[in-house]
């Protein structure tokens, strides 16, 4: 079974623009949710999606935001990018069932460089 | 507020020496513990979920522990190949706010020397 994939790999911007990035996950897998991972911070939690409804959002500004599709593909959208924006963006897959832990399976990431 | 706390930061091994890395949690009712390891400019790949006290888990020379408080990765006669960042996260019932997100320690960067 194919793994979590995310596009494009590496992105260079700079300071104003804005990024899409995009995740599609393990097939079956109906939540996604995405990361930001930095030296500083670690792994962040930006939000999650299922059946293309948010269902919780972590403690980003607005400029983060995020959709998904009815074949559960999401997208991640940054406006106005700054240069703390800079990070490895993850994207990750789980059944969501309710009986038992969400294992979430991580993509490669898509690192973003602002400029 | 969830907590996950590692350590050591860092870890240098002689091949065969084995070790554990540690982490410590507070969490609102805890749902699951997850191991990962990441290796350089890649995302992490998942070990083992581990989600009530006293229950263990083992892959290769990879061996996860769970206790009320912290869970413990013991590393067996590590090999070079071994060398990663090891994560670890914490996931809380559906009840609580933080439903279904991981929330992340800092990692143990673990190198293996030959």
């Known amino acids: 079974k194919a793994g979590v994939t995310q596009t494009p790999r590496y992105l260079i911007k700079t300071r104003g623009q804005q990024v899409t990035l995009s995740c599609s996950p393990i097939?079956?897998?109906?939540?996604v949710s995405w990361y930001q991972q930095t030296p500083g911070q670690g792994l962040q939690f930006l939000f999650e999606?299922?059946?293309?409804?948010?269902?919780n959002k972590g403690n980003f500004p607005g400029r983060f935001s995020g959709r998904q599709f009815s074949n559960s593909r999401s997208e991640m959208n940054v406006s106005t990018l700054e240069l703390g924006d800079s990070a490895l963006y993850l994207c990750?897959?789980?059944?969501?069932?309710?009986?038992?832990?969400?294992?979430?399976?991580f993509g490669p990431g898509t690192r973003l460089l602002v400029l | 507020e969830d907590q996950v706390t590692q350590s050591p930061e860092a870890l240098r091994l002689q091949e065969g020496e084995s070790s554990s890395l540690n982490c410590s949690y507070t969490?609102?009712?805890?749902?699951?513990l997850f191991w990962y390891r990441q290796d350089p400019g890649k995302g992490p790949e998942f070990l083992f979920t581990?989600?009530?006290a006293g229950e263990e888990k083992e892959k290769e020379r990879l061996k996860a522990t769970l206790t009320k408080k912290e869970s413990f990765l013991h590393i067996t006669a590590p090999k070079p190949e071994d060398s990663a960042t090891y994560l670890c996260?914490?996931?809380?019932?559906?009840?609580?706010?933080?439903?279904?997100?991981?929330?992340f320690g800092s990692g143990t960067q673990l190198t293996v020397l030959p």
């Open positions: 969490v609102s009712g805890l749902r699951g």
């Open positions: 999606y299922f059946s293309e409804t948010q269902r």
């Open positions: 581990l989600y009530s």
């Open positions: 990750a897959s789980s059944l969501s069932t309710l009986r038992t832990p969400e294992t979430q399976y």
């Open positions: 996260a914490v996931q809380a019932r559906l009840t609580t706010g933080s439903a279904r997100q991981l929330t």
């Open positions: 097939s079956g897998h109906r939540s």
